[in-house]
């Protein structure tokens, strides 16, 4: 039987286990200190029996004991699943100076295992993790932020909050910087991938790229909040339109990031 044919069976077992009082587990495959599995790390002294009171431990330590028999497969697996707790913007900046160096591009970034697990929108993943990755700047503002928890979407945002909205602090200035001149950045931008800026500016009051915002819920802030991540001359435009009296629209789309909302636990 394979790992993934007992993860129901095992599921079943440790919420009926676990559901009115403490459980024992004898592992006799492989011996086990599943205490440490809350840390991810593995101890083979033997142990006939151990007290577990998390459901959620039991699960793991029932896949890791019918998984292989060959301690090295079972220490692998437990490892993998406590990485899979957090994933850093730092992670990512290898896999895209590799694609960038060998010529693959942002396709072969997008198709990353790694990249494949955040379940992003593409704009979001070019714009900021391969594009930004590496970016000192972003990564001491942004660098101890779980990526695995952020779920992204489109809003319309009034331009009254990109008025006063901050970026991270190790760029704080630079959005009214590019305010104090919208029409040079958007005089810079007229080739390649910018081409059609000038008229949408023009034409529209409003970017061609959504740029990127963050919950500061996800930062750590105790005020709750939206954040420039990427797109700060596009937001510093916006701002020194609106001070010149040029034509801005109302509301603007933007990629926001906001926290996965976990489900409540099922009694």
């Not at 006799?28 to 809350?38: G, H, N, T, V």
């Not at 991810?40 to 292989?68: E, F, T």
């Not at 979407?153 to 008025?163: G, H």
Request: hydrophobic share 40%; with cysteine; net charge positive.
């Amino acid at each position: 039987m394979s790992h993934r044919a007992i993860v129901p069976t095992a599921v079943r077992l440790a919420v009926r286990l676990g559901r009115d009082r403490p459980m024992w587990l004898r592992l006799r495959r492989w011996p086990l200190k599943l205490e440490s599995l809350r840390s991810g790390r593995l101890s083979r002294r033997p142990l006939d029996q151990q007290q577990i009171r998390r459901p959620d431990l039991v699960l793991v330590a029932l896949v890791l004991a019918r998984i292989g028999s060959s301690g090295r497969r079972i220490e692998g697996r437990a490892s993998a699943i406590h990485n899979e707790r957090a994933m850093r913007l730092a992670d990512f900046t290898p896999i895209a100076e590799r694609c960038r160096e060998r010529g693959s591009g942002f396709g072969a970034f997008r198709e990353h295992a790694r990249v494949l697990r955040l379940q992003w929108p593409d704009d979001v993943l070019e714009q900021w993790l391969y594009d930004h990755s590496g970016y000192g700047a972003f990564l001491e503002d942004y660098g101890d932020v779980d990526l695995l928890r952020i779920t992204w979407n489109v809003e319309a945002i009034p331009t009254a909050k990109f008025i006063e909205m901050p970026t991270g602090r190790s760029d704080g200035d630079c959005i009214d910087e590019y305010a104090q001149n919208p029409g040079h950045w958007i005089r810079a931008r007229q080739h390649g991938v910018h081409i059609g800026v000038s008229l949408c500016w023009e034409t529209h009051g409003t970017w061609k790229r959504w740029p990127i915002l963050i919950d500061q819920s996800l930062l750590g802030h105790p005020a709750a909040g939206l954040q420039v991540v990427e797109g700060r001359t596009r937001v510093g435009i916006l701002r020194g339109r609106c001070r010149e009296g040029a034509l801005v629209a109302q509301r603007h789309l933007a990629w926001v990031g906001r926290p996965i909302k976990e489900k409540p636990a099922q009694s």
